[in-house]
């Protein structure tokens, strides 16, 4: 059936994998047989083939073009179905530039510069490397001052809280939106832009913004779409606010994440 009657986004990390990369068995078996009056849109904050990749793993969505719609690095990109490049939204150069000489500042911690189809690793650390492999990210390792003018988002990877909390006092003067997607992932998106609203721009240009959404997520970057959301989905794993905040919670370990909450959804 087509048009859909309502819109269901999906987080990737922590939301429809799970720590070790994997989607749940009868996730796969759910996602190769959507129900056609419910959209799914990836809302993530990957980039586009860090996302086919972990989903090609777990044997969905083997060809190319990728079929669905989705928002990707947290709002910084929109695709229609088939690859089809809806917005981007790239730092202003000051603000780049703020970010290159943060990335200075603390040159022992992993700095992942993120452009429209290529990832940038500047500062490598070990950590780092075993992410950016772990996540299929093909990052290519560089310095800050080779970086590409055009800079969609930023991930800073740092595995020591303490070192963290540093880095997110200090960034706190940037004009931009920042939030955690993991303990260790801290993200940075131009100011204005989130899942929410690059959602809505993406529904807009297919038509669809019409439709009830409803979201499910389990991080800070998921909040901005829980208040879009007519009803909101989180794993038990998630990060408290995300628990605090979520309509339904979901034991993903024992049926996996989307059957339980196509229960909630029109039909």
């Known amino acids: 059936m087509y048009p859909p009657r309502a819109i269901l986004c999906i987080d990737i990390d922590g939301t429809l994998i799970d720590s070790h990369e994997r989607v749940h ?27 086919k990749g972990v989903l090609r793993e777990n044997g969905l969505f083997q060809r190319d073009p990728f079929p669905l719609p989705g928002v990707f690095m947290n709002g ?38 993120f452009a429209i189809d290529t990832v940038y690793l500047v500062n490598p650390t070990a950590f780092a490397r075993q992410i950016a492999q772990l996540h299929h990210l093909s990052a290519c390792i560089i310095d800050a ?7 969609i988002k ?3 990877l740092e595995p020591e809280s303490v070192e963290m909390r540093k880095i997110k006092d200090q960034s706190q003067t ?8 993991l303990p ?13 609203v690059s959602l809505m721009a993406l529904l807009t240009t297919m038509r669809l913004d019409h439709l009830p959404i409803y979201a499910a997520g389990d991080a800070e970057n998921d909040l901005a ?42 039909r």
């Open 76 to 113: 910084g990109i929109t695709y229609r179905p088939g690859e089809k490049l809806c917005t981007r939204h790239a730092f202003l150069s000051e603000t780049r530039e703020a970010l290159i000489n943060l990335s200075g500042i603390f040159p022992q911690s992993a700095f992942t510069f």
């Open 154 to 156: 930023v991930m800073i």
């Open 184 to 196: 260790f992932a801290y993200e940075i998106n131009p100011p204005g832009i989130d899942k929410a």
């Open 225 to 266: 779409l829980f208040k879009l959301a007519r009803t909101s989905f989180a794993p038990t794993t998630a990060h408290p606010k995300v628990i605090e905040t979520a309509d339904h919670l979901i034991q993903r370990d024992e049926k996996g994440l989307l059957s339980p909450l196509l229960t909630h959804l029109p």
């Open 174 to 181: 940037l004009h931009a939106e920042m939030a955690f997607s």
């Open 25 to 51: 068995p009868l996730d796969v078996q759910t996602l190769n047989q959507f129900p056609d009056e419910i959209l799914p849109v990836l809302t993530t904050g990957r980039i586009l083939h860090s996302a």
């Open 145 to 151: 001052g080779d970086l590409p003018a055009e800079i």
